[in-house]
């Protein structure tokens, strides 16, 4: 994994356009793999994730 490209929440959901609130309920319900930092931190997303999160979501049938 490339470290460099870790994202945090709002770095995310900034690139989904969508709320950090549906973000952490999409990595809660395992749809975006991601870790959670510390007892207290936020997630930290692989931006590998983002990607493979938009293209199983808009692929065309």
Same mark, same amino acid.
């Given at each position: 994994?490339?470290? +460099?490209?870790?994202?945090?929440?709002?770095?995310?959901?900034?690139?989904? &356009? $969508?709320?950090?609130?549906?973000?952490?309920?999409? @990595?809660?319900?395992? +749809?975006?793999?991601?870790?959670?930092?510390?007892?207290?931190?936020?997630? &930290? $997303?692989?931006?590998?994730?983002?990607?493979?999160? @938009?293209?199983?979501?808009?692929?065309?049938?």
């Amino acid at each position: 994994m490339d470290y +460099k490209k870790l994202l945090l929440t709002k770095e995310a959901a900034d690139i989904l &356009r $969508i709320s950090e609130e549906y973000l952490r309920s999409l @990595i809660r319900n395992k +749809k975006i793999a991601a870790y959670k930092e510390g007892r207290r931190g936020g997630y &930290r $997303i692989p931006s590998q994730e983002i990607d493979n999160y @938009i293209r199983r979501r808009y692929r065309p049938e």
